[in-house]
């Protein structure tokens, strides 16, 4: 009984701590803007070390089981995981894309909220998905995300000037493709090792963003100038690792063994994990307002899980004494 109590909660926080992973991104970026270095190189910067990342630690995995030498059963790869594989890929490389492009036309908060429409996104891809559904609390933690979302992104006036019909297109696909990204690894139980699993997404994101920019990421100058001269190597491991590799790996882990839709819900702890990182690396301001919307995303989070106790609790309660 303890012992399902434990894995109930685990998978969870997981998911939730692989979410988290992704706080220190956004602030390391903006460093990473400010020391001279461009989206696109940043961007690749990103998926190069993050590969780099899981071959070494798919390397260890596999020297660990080589010595163990334990026998285990083969894992066979469907057509269909394979595709779902590459798909994991596409979809985690284009919503970084996207996103990119977005804050390139609208301001950073705005991109913000519309990447987090994620949420119900995911919800609703679920529910088709299943044909169920979705529980009173999962859509009240998504009301309440979606409300904290508006607070803790500091929300104000923007100016219609300032908002580009180009750029929310883009911020709500980078949303679309992060919901597809969350769905997918829920979808693949294939028994892969999570490692390998995310060495192969990882690689198949690097590999589209080198086919979309043009790969000088590789040129000996750029990388002996630029890469080790500039010290962007030191961008690329905190982006790397932070950024992809620790989310994906835990990702992997986690999210096959909840529903997706608790899945959407728990990697939604990037923001409040953003907004406190903002404040510890770049000392940046934060309102009231925005320290209110972390806290109620904190709540939204475990609001499914709040109510799923008091549930069980209230259904022991109610058991005859034997």
């Not at 699993?197 to 590999?207: C, D, N, P």
């Not at 750029?222 to 491991?237: N, P």
Request: hydrophobic share 55%.
């Amino acid at each position: 009984m303890k012992n399902s109590a434990f894995t109930y909660f685990l998978f969870p926080f997981i998911v939730f701590l692989g979410g988290c992973c992704f706080g220190p991104s956004s602030s390391v970026i903006k460093l990473a803007y400010e020391a001279g270095f461009s989206s696109d190189t940043v961007l690749l910067t990103q998926y190069v070390f993050s590969v780099l990342f899981m071959l070494i630690v798919s390397a260890v995995f596999f020297i660990v089981t080589c010595l163990r030498k334990t026998r285990k059963q083969k894992t066979v790869y469907r057509a269909k995981d394979i595709v779902k594989l590459v798909l994991i890929g596409v979809s985690i490389a284009l919503t970084s894309l996207m996103y990119i492009f977005a804050l390139q036309t609208i301001p950073a908060h705005l991109a913000v909220i519309l990447l987090f429409q994620y949420t119900w996104m995911g919800i609703i891809a679920e529910s088709v998905i299943k044909r169920k559904a979705p529980t009173v609390p999962i859509i009240l933690s998504v009301i309440i995300l979606i409300g904290a979302t508006l607070l803790a992104s500091g929300v104000g006036s923007v100016p219609l000037e300032e908002i580009s019909v180009q750029g929310v297109i883009f911020g709500l696909l980078s949303a679309v493709f992060y919901a597809a990204y969350i769905q997918l690894n829920a979808s693949l139980q294939n028994g892969m090792h999570p490692a390998y699993r995310s060495l192969a997404t990882l690689a198949v994101a690097l590999l589209l963003l080198l086919i979309v920019f043009t790969p000088y990421y590789f040129n000996p100058q750029f990388i002996t100038e630029t890469v080790i001269g500039k010290d962007l190597w030191i961008f690329g491991i905190v982006l790397g690792s932070f950024g992809c590799a620790l989310p994906s790996i835990l990702f992997a882990i986690g999210v096959p063994k909840i529903p997706a839709g608790s899945g959407t819900i728990l990697s939604a702890s990037e923001l409040p994990a953003s907004i406190i990182c903002a404040v510890i690396i770049i000392s940046e301001a934060v309102t009231v307002l925005q320290w209110i919307g972390v806290a109620l995303l904190f709540f939204g989070i475990a609001l499914p899980y709040l109510t799923e106790i008091l549930r069980k609790r209230r259904k022991n309660v109610s058991l005859p004494h034997s």
